[in-house]
């Protein structure tokens, strides 16, 4: 399992077995290793310790519950896990250098030599869906590219069923893993019941998933699949209501108040927590609904982070802010109210900012007498830089600064991650928009105030 499956939310996880379950002994062989080292689990949102060892005589020795194969994380905490397969197998051992000198092994485990070699095919037919994909773009004005593209996509198409199909002979754990991960080409498989492909990903990317199937409940794999399936639809659908109707429909297929919908859940938000989308608080909610119960803490945690994203979305009020003046003086952002205003944030170093300053000074010349403002916030850590850009620019509008670069308050108040970033203001304050620039900054001024 990837890494990203990290989310910063602090979740209480409950496993709910007894001591009289059967259990399996796990060994871990270390060389060298000081550190106390346990097994954790992950349900969507947090990684919990569930059984924990010390070293002795470097072998750290675990019981687990003995049944059906399940993913668990080994490692030191939860920033340095890695995802194993455990539940079944007796005598598992796992080799661990500690300090990372020596690369992870797992022994005595067919499942995981299996899995890992899974997850090696994952990548070779990854690799060679985008060579197709390339091939396609390339061929965009050439028919016979563009048909061996289809073919190449189609024979990569035919590899991940025959995988699917034949996991589910041999192996029905992997076999769920392969369903999250078989995503068959529109061109081959879509185009006679959908008009593009968009269209076809959003409605077809989990038709192999049988959410009946309760195996899928506690399959971290969920997560992963409904966090790819979010990072390409959030890219393309930046509205809330054209992301919902695409999203929804895939995410009502999965059972309300399951780990399936935790994990599916877990995975949402976690894409579009990172990139303020404003939807981001339409799937908290649904968390909140379906596991305030269960999970309180996780839930109060969420309902902070919806109060807070609101500031940052379309309609939302702008949080206000306190900064210098090149005079040496206090503006807050609160103090423009009743105007227009675009908070620009930018620095003298930043090349595109300076190339883009032409633009905004021309805005604002063309606005200004209408109700107009902008307040530019530096992310300099030098004064006479920031003040020596102002003038060369002819920028002579509102400047303000704390002159500490990147970790500029302002900036990180509103989760300014790149510059030139800039959030436009209605007369009372709320956000009619983020990324504004150039013409679209022009149009949106002028659908405002005016010709």
């Given at each position: 399992m990837r890494t990203a499956l990290f989310l910063a939310l602090c979740l209480t996880v409950n496993l709910g077995w007894s001591q009289k379950n059967a259990t399996l002994l796990v060994k871990a062989v270390t060389k060298g290793c000081t550190k106390n080292l346990a097994l954790y689990t992950f349900d969507g949102t947090t990684f919990k310790p569930v059984v924990a060892a010390a070293n002795v005589a470097d072998v750290y020795e675990f019981q687990i519950p003995k049944g059906s194969p399940s993913f668990y994380y080994f490692g030191p905490d939860p920033e340095h896990l890695k995802p194993i397969v455990l539940g079944h197998e007796e005598g598992v051992v796992l080799n661990e250098s500690c300090n990372g000198a020596l690369p992870f092994q797992v022994l005595n485990s067919p499942m995981n030599d299996e899995y890992t070699a899974l997850k090696q095919q994952f990548s070779t037919l990854g690799g060679k869906s985008q060579q197709a994909i390339q091939l396609y773009r390339l061929g965009m004005r050439d028919d016979e590219k563009k048909q061996q593209a289809i073919a190449l996509m189609a024979e990569v198409d035919h590899e991940r069923l025959y995988l699917l199909d034949s996991l589910k002979k041999t192996n029905p754990f992997l076999a769920r893993v392969a369903a999250l991960n078989t995503y068959l080409s529109f061109f081959n498989n879509g185009q006679d019941k959908y008009d593009n492909e968009i269209a076809y990903?959003?409605?077809?990317?989990?038709?192999?998933?049988?959410?009946?199937?309760?195996?899928?409940?506690?399959?971290?794999?969920?997560?992963?699949?409904?966090?790819?399936?979010?990072?390409?639809?959030?890219?393309?659908?930046?509205?809330?209501?054209?992301?919902?109707?695409?999203?929804?429909?895939?995410l009502k297929a999965v059972p309300r108040q399951t780990m399936a919908e935790k994990l599916a859940l877990g995975g949402i938000i976690s894409i579009l927590k990172q990139r303020n989308h404003p939807s981001f608080g339409h799937y908290a909610q649904r968390f909140i609904d379906s596991f305030i119960g269960q999970d309180p803490q996780a839930c109060a945690d969420l309902a902070g982070q919806i109060r807070s994203q609101q500031s940052f979305v379309v309609g939302g009020e702008a949080p206000d802010f306190t900064q210098a003046t090149p005079a040496g003086g206090d503006l807050s952002l609160a103090q423009l109210r009743g105007k227009v205003v675009l908070v620009d944030f930018w620095a003298s170093w930043c090349g595109p900012c300076r190339r883009e300053n032409p633009n905004v000074k021309r805005v604002y010349d063309a606005y200004k007498e209408k109700g107009f403002e902008i307040l530019s916030v530096s992310l300099d850590n030098t004064k006479d830089r920031w003040l020596q850009a102002i003038e060369q620019d002819g920028m002579n509008w509102l400047h303000v600064s704390d002159l500490k670069g990147w970790k500029n308050e302002a900036a990180q108040l509103y989760s300014v991650t790149s510059i030139p970033h800039t959030v436009l203001l209605d007369a009372e304050g709320r956000i009619i928009a983020r990324g504004l620039r150039g013409e679209q900054l022009e149009s949106k001024l002028a659908e405002i105030l005016g010709n």
């Open positions: 990903f959003a409605a077809e990317f989990f038709q192999f998933v049988d959410w009946k199937d309760e195996q899928y409940y506690n399959l971290p794999w969920v997560y992963e699949g409904f966090k790819s399936y979010t990072t390409t639809l959030s890219q393309i659908f930046t509205d809330a209501t054209q992301f919902e109707a695409a999203v929804d429909p895939a």
